[in-house]
């Protein structure tokens, strides 16, 4: 399995974009969490997290692609398990369906953290003082954060997660990793 210092190397290789570098990071400190939580492999977890949008610069233009190309170069660096993941976070494009904890970890996790990034960006104090109850809040706003699909944020519950637990587990991750994503 990949070192987490060649995978973000990988990551910054291949991922330029100072935002998304920052999703990825925010999707790695969640995917541990849900790990730790759920008495999973918080390594694997986490690099999967980390590197599930290896592919997005590459397949910006062409979403059918995304998840299926980053699983084809990540081949022989992670194991089966992990590259489904990746395979079915996009799964609304792919056709690749999740099916396993890890697939639905991975959509769920990394599709809160836009709700949770968005949520701190407007917030005074940002992650400091952030619950699951305000951001039950922003989820139910549909202008708020548009594009953050809630269906995939309510997978947690393929988990055994309720959502309030869900989020107290994903904020107190971000929070976590706040310096390293403009957050702080």
Request: hydrophobic fraction near 45%; aromatic fraction near 4%; charge should be negative.
């Amino acid at each position: 399995m990949i070192s987490r210092d060649d995978a973000f190397a990988l990551l910054v290789k291949h991922v330029p974009e100072p935002a998304l570098q920052a999703h990825c990071l925010e999707s790695e400190a969640v995917l541990r969490a849900l790990a730790a939580h759920l008495g999973q492999n918080r390594d694997l977890w986490a690099l999967t997290g980390l590197l599930h949008d290896l592919d997005y610069a590459s397949t910006k233009d062409n979403p059918g692609r995304h998840g299926l190309d980053a699983a084809e170069m990540l081949e022989g660096s992670l194991p089966v398990d992990a590259l489904d993941a990746i395979r079915a976070h996009n799964f609304e494009h792919t056709g690749f369906a999740p099916s396993t904890p890890l697939d639905f970890a991975l959509r769920c996790g990394e599709t809160v953290t836009g709700l949770i990034h968005a949520g701190a960006l407007v917030r005074p104090t940002r992650l400091d003082g952030m619950d699951a109850k305000s951001l039950k809040k922003k989820m139910k706003d549909k202008a708020f954060a548009a594009s953050v699909n809630r269906e995939t944020i309510g997978e947690c519950q393929k988990l055994g997660l309720e959502q309030a637990e869900f989020f107290t587990l994903a904020i107190a991750a971000v929070a976590g990793v706040a310096g390293q994503v403009g957050l702080a």
